[in-house]
């Protein structure tokens, strides 16, 4: 996959606000902070496409970006931000749930999580919703520069049991690039299937 062009497109706070467009979405769920938008510009071999940000809990709506005018890349709200006013953290659920519902063309949600925490309920239910709605994920961890070897080994481990993950549990970090050719490689996959 060359990334020729990258464009932010809108942000929706709900299902009358999405793009009606028929071609394919590849969306990034996790926790807040967890690195998605580090994510998504790594993939893109964008320094700040989409706004990273050290106060957590920022981005409360979904926001859509075309890539090389062929596809999506859609980055969901975060989940789990401890200081968030209870209107907002009770909102996360709801939208990603009416994304899922409603969005026939997303191929795969990129599900992050966090290679130095245990994951929650909420991404157990992330989980189960894509399951739910028959969604192709890909699950990555992220950070992994944080860790050892070793350790990021446990934590895949462990991580994958939690969340009964059968499939492959990629090792990512966007800040030295680890696992982002490989997680680029399974989003083609995804887009070039069907
Ligand atoms: P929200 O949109 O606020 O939910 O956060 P997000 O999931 O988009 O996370 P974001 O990409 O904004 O990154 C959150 C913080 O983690 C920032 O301070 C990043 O610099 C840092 N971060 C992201 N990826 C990595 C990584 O691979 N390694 C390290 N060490 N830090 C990272
Ligand atoms: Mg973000």
């Given amino acids: 996959m060359k990334i020729l062009s990258a464009e932010f497109v809108t942000s929706a706070a709900g299902p009358g606000q999405f793009p009606v467009d028929p071609r394919p979405q590849i969306a990034f769920a996790g926790r807040s902070n967890v690195g998605k938008s580090?994510?998504?510009n790594a993939l893109l071999n964008r320094k700040s496409l989409v706004k990273t940000s050290s106060t957590p809990g920022k981005t409360q709506l979904i926001n859509f970006f075309i890539i090389n005018k062929q596809f999506y890349f859609v980055d969901l709200p975060g989940y789990g931000y401890a200081a968030a006013p209870r209107s907002v953290a009770e909102a996360w659920a709801p939208m990603i749930e009416s994304y899922l519902k409603d969005?026939?063309?997303v191929r795969a949600v990129v599900v992050l999580l966090d290679s130095?925490?245990?994951p929650d309920e909420r991404d157990q239910r992330l989980v189960e919703w894509l399951q739910h709605y028959g969604i192709p994920a890909i699950y990555a961890l992220t950070k992994a520069d944080k860790l050892t070897r070793q350790e990021a080994e446990r934590a895949r481990q462990?991580?994958?049991?939690?969340?009964g993950i059968e499939g492959p549990l990629l090792l990512t970090s966007?800040?030295?690039g680890t696992g982002i050719s490989e997680l680029r490689a399974e989003v083609s996959n995804k887009l070039k299937a069907k």
């Fill in 103 to 105: 969005s026939p063309e």
């Fill in 158 to 163: 462990e991580i994958a049991a939690k969340l």
């Fill in 38 to 40: 580090s994510i998504i």
């Fill in 174 to 176: 966007a800040t030295k």
């Fill in 116 to 118: 130095r925490r245990e």
